[in-house]
């Protein structure tokens, strides 16, 4: 039986390694994801069984467990250099030559042209065939060991199919990035939750690769491009691109762009190409790269201890445009954030006309040294958003005084401040207009209470004519109210009434996430509703109650408190409740006969994964928290426990063998 089990095991591994390839790396599926998902949980139902077969390359080990302390140093077997940038046709022509002239002849010589990913250059270090690190460039000759948030990158293999020669061991180097369109989602996901955003798809491919919790980074939309090796034990290649074919052939994902030039000629051919093919890409590229393409001269030609002589950046400026500042705003956020902004002489610049750009913050206004009435050059490469990217000194001019953050918030007057080592001013007043504005349409959002009919246009006529400050009277309203705003007719605005009482039902989980508190997003307000089942549980839950729950860190744990103790958020749940808005949440199936339990769950189970029985757990009314205390009503203990068991012993918590976990769910 077991036997079979062990080749099962190893029978859908091969199987989802190979999907996982046709998926991620080939963009060709050939199954569903529900068949894909039915693959894996099968796999993780063995495993559960046999946690002694359990191997770092098994698919289900992509995910990893607890979250690291920081991140161990790496020192780069071969150093990992950077390119030498050439920005215009002359300059790369230069390249071409000196190339040529180390070499001492043209004949036969050949470039690969590939493009520059504008992402953040990694190593894998494969032995015997195994993923056994992933590293950061670092400053080229240390780097992080950043292994857990790769195996998150389902286009990175794992395993590689080991050829008779065999790659003893072999270091493959390339470039995580995220797509445009991962990186505005993501971004959308943390201003509904209060986050800053990332200021371009690179940051957030950064940021992404840098968390300590393996487990968000695997919900980033992260991706790889391969394109070099490293330090490399194994056959050898004789030119570049014979060695990328390989790679492909091993599994991994190599740039279909990529192209055999064979004379310089053609190099510029694909520059020009490129020059306005680049827009056409899901993804950011700030250049292109090229190399010559026979291994032998490439050698001949060596490095500096900066930059390998046989390769070389070309970098197309990014397309700026001149305008003139003509004033300096600031916009006040959902969370209070105030973001100055630049308003600007319309000006067409890379397809379409732009009047408006971000300062980000005050910071970046003083690094600039921008005032109104200056000259600028904008751009809007790579970043969604456009940006001054410096201002042009007009001699004899005399200029307007620096900017200056106000005092105030521009909207209410309220008192700002800037929080310690954040960049952000914030309008402390939660009943600022603008920030209600926001918040109201936070809260008429479609994953919240899912209000159609509130948009833009009627939140600012509601707020300001003062008929809404707060969430509440929005359930005030009647038809005379809103059939008199603008572009209201009496339909609309009956429609937009029946659908505000409608939002009445949304349940207990959206109307958590729709009260915006920081920090709180959508996956959050599900878990909060979970666990405690009803508003009035989760107002009194205590900070150590909050941070105990799994998903739930210290700092979700503070702003929840902060929120649920502050008057008028009081005085909005007892005036939502006299509306009667859902508030309490039934437990799923299961019976609830778990309703209020606390469980801690410690060791191996054998039966099912701690994932499986957080979520028995959970279903049946009760809920996971991660350590044991004096609230603890149960601890579940599996094979191998640790000191949880121990502490459950001294507080005298019962404590559940699996056999008996499972007859109580
Ligand atoms: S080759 C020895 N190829 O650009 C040469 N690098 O500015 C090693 N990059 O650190 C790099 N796309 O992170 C190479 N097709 C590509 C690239 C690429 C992006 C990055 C890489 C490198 C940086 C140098």
């Known amino acids: 039986m077991s036997d079979s089990d062990q080749q099962k095991i190893e029978q859908l591994r091969k199987d989802i390694q190979q999907h996982d390839h046709l998926y991620y790396v080939k963009d060709q599926p050939q199954i569903s994801d529900r068949e894909y998902d039915r693959l894996l949980q099968t796999l993780k139902d063995l495993e559960a069984k046999h946690p002694e077969w359990i191997t770092p390359d098994s698919p289900t080990q992509r995910v990893g467990g607890a979250p690291a302390e920081g991140f161990a140093t790496v020192v780069h077997k071969v150093p990992m250099l950077s390119l030498d940038n050439t920005y215009n046709v002359e300059e790369l022509r230069d390249f071409h030559?000196?190339?040529?002239?180390?070499?001492?002849?043209?004949d036969g010589l050949e470039y690969v042209v590939e493009l520059k990913i504008d992402g953040l250059g990694v190593s894998l270090l494969y032995e015997e065939g195994q993923l056994v690190r992933g590293a950061t460039r670092g400053d080229g000759k240390t780097g992080e060991d950043i292994t857990a948030n790769l195996k998150t990158i389902r286009s990175i293999p794992l395993t590689l199919p080991m050829q008779k020669d065999g790659y003893q061991s072999m270091e493959v180097r390339g470039e995580v990035y995220m797509n445009r369109k991962g990186f505005e989602k993501l971004n959308q996901q943390r201003e509904q939750d209060g986050e800053a955003p990332f200021a371009n798809p690179r940051n957030a491919a950064a940021g992404s690769l840098r968390l300590l919790d393996s487990r968000i980074t695997a919900s980033r939309p992260l991706n790889i491009w391969v394109y070099a090796l490293g330090h490399f034990e194994g056959p050898a290649f004789n030119t570049h691109f014979e060695m990328l074919k390989q790679m492909a052939e091993l599994g991994f994902r190599t740039n279909p762009e990529t192209r055999l030039c064979k004379s310089f000629d053609d190099v510029l051919k694909m520059i020009d190409e490129w020059q306005e093919q680049q827009a056409s890409l899901d993804y950011d590229v700030d250049g292109l790269v090229v190399k010559v393409n026979s291994v032998s001269a490439q050698k001949k030609l060596g490095s500096t201890n900066?930059?390998?002589?046989?390769?070389?950046?070309?970098?197309?400026?990014?397309?700026?445009?001149?305008?003139?500042?003509?004033?300096?705003?600031?916009?006040?956020?959902?969370?209070?954030?105030?973001?100055?902004?630049?308003?600007?002489?319309?000006?067409?610049?890379?397809?379409?006309?732009?009047?408006?750009?971000?300062?980000?913050?005050?910071?970046?206004?003083?690094?600039?040294?921008?005032?109104?009435?200056?000259?600028?050059?904008?751009?809007?490469?790579?970043?969604?958003?456009?940006?001054?990217?410096?201002?042009?000194?007009?001699?004899?001019?005399?200029?307007?005084?620096?900017?200056?953050?106000?005092?105030?918030?521009?909207?209410?007057?309220?008192?700002?401040?800037?929080?310690?080592?954040?960049?952000?001013?914030?309008?402390?007043?939660?009943?600022?207009?603008?920030?209600?504005?926001?918040?109201?349409?936070?809260?008429?959002?479609?994953?919240?209470?899912?209000?159609?009919?509130?948009?833009?246009?009627?939140?600012d006529q509601l707020v300001d004519t003062g008929k809404v400050k707060s969430f509440y009277e929005l359930y005030d309203l009647q038809l005379e109210d809103v059939s008199t705003l603008e572009r209201m007719a009496e339909k609309s605005g009956k429609n937009l009434i029946d659908a505000i009482a409608k939002s009445k039902q949304a349940g207990l989980a959206r109307l958590i996430f729709g009260l915006g508190i920081r920090h709180v997003g959508q996956r959050v307000g599900q878990v909060l509703a979970q666990t405690y089942g009803s508003m009035d549980a989760l107002a009194k839950a205590s900070y150590e109650d909050l941070e105990a729950i799994d998903e739930i860190g210290p700092r979700i744990a503070e702003s929840?408190?902060?929120?649920?103790?502050?008057?008028?958020?009081?005085?909005?749940?007892?005036k939502l409740k006299q509306h009667k808005l859902v508030m309490t949440q039934e437990h799923k199936a299961g019976g609830g006969n778990l309703s209020g339990k606390q469980f801690v769950l410690t060791g191996t189970l054998e039966s099912l994964t701690r994932d499986e029985a957080k979520r028995k757990i959970v279903d049946a009314g009760g809920r996971v928290t991660s350590s044991v205390s004096a609230k603890t009503d149960y601890v579940v203990a599996g094979a191998d426990p640790g000191s949880k068991l121990t502490k459950a012993q001294k507080l005298g918590v019962a404590v559940l063998s699996e056999k008996e976990f499972q007859k109580l769910i």
């Open 560 to 574: 929840i408190r902060e929120f649920f103790g502050e008057k008028h958020n009081k005085k909005e749940l007892c």
């Open 306 to 459: 900066k930059h390998p002589r046989w390769a070389a950046a070309f970098k197309y400026e990014a397309e700026e445009a001149e305008t003139v500042v003509q004033d300096i705003r600031v916009q006040v956020g959902r969370t209070g954030s105030i973001t100055p902004v630049a308003e600007l002489t319309p000006v067409f610049v890379s397809g379409s006309t732009v009047s408006r750009a971000t300062l980000h913050n005050e910071d970046e206004i003083a690094r600039l040294d921008v005032r109104v009435g200056d000259r600028v050059v904008i751009i809007k490469a790579g970043e969604i958003i456009p940006k001054v990217v410096r201002v042009l000194k007009e001699k004899g001019k005399k200029r307007k005084p620096p900017f200056k953050m106000p005092k105030t918030c521009p909207e209410c007057d309220s008192k700002i401040e800037r929080p310690a080592g954040e960049a952000v001013w914030r309008c402390v007043n939660a009943a600022c207009p603008a920030q209600l504005k926001e918040r109201l349409l936070h809260f008429a959002s479609r994953n919240a209470m899912d209000i159609d009919h509130l948009g833009t246009a009627i939140v």
């Open 97 to 106: 030559n000196r190339v040529i002239k180390n070499l001492g002849k043209e």
